[in-house]
């Protein structure tokens, strides 16, 4: 089984704006973004089906991230805009429900004047 890679966090102002990205996805898959503060347990952001045409979002980036796929390229984006301190986290990818041996290191987003 091969382990995703994510890719594109930083560290960036509140208000900035990030793009992260996960590869290899699978067409065949949902796909999720999914984040993990420190001292917290880890929680869905976002979910992709295998098409694109199904997305969705945890109540507290609703309306500020975008999940999106290319089935092309094989890749998984999460488009993260007007960030907030209380976005800051490792962010994974993994199918949803997620696969125990699919977790990567991750990407850490710290958001942060």
């Known amino acids: 089984q091969v382990q995703v890679v994510e890719s594109g966090g930083g560290l960036v102002q509140p208000g900035g704006s990030l793009r992260l990205s996960c590869t290899p996805s699978g067409s065949d898959y949902t796909m999720a973004w999914f984040r993990q503060a420190p001292g917290k347990e880890r929680e869905l952001v976002a979910t992709?089906?295998?098409?694109?045409?199904?997305?969705g979002y945890a109540g507290s980036v609703k309306g500020r991230f975008t999940i999106s796929r290319d089935n092309v390229k094989n890749t998984v984006y999460l488009q993260m805009n007007s960030l907030k301190p209380e976005d800051t986290a490792v962010y994974y990818c993994?199918?949803?429900?997620?696969?125990?041996?699919?977790w990567g290191q991750g990407t850490q987003v710290t958001v942060s004047s």
């Open positions: 993994n199918r949803n429900p997620p696969l125990g041996n699919l």
């Open positions: 992709i089906s295998g098409t694109g045409k199904t997305t």
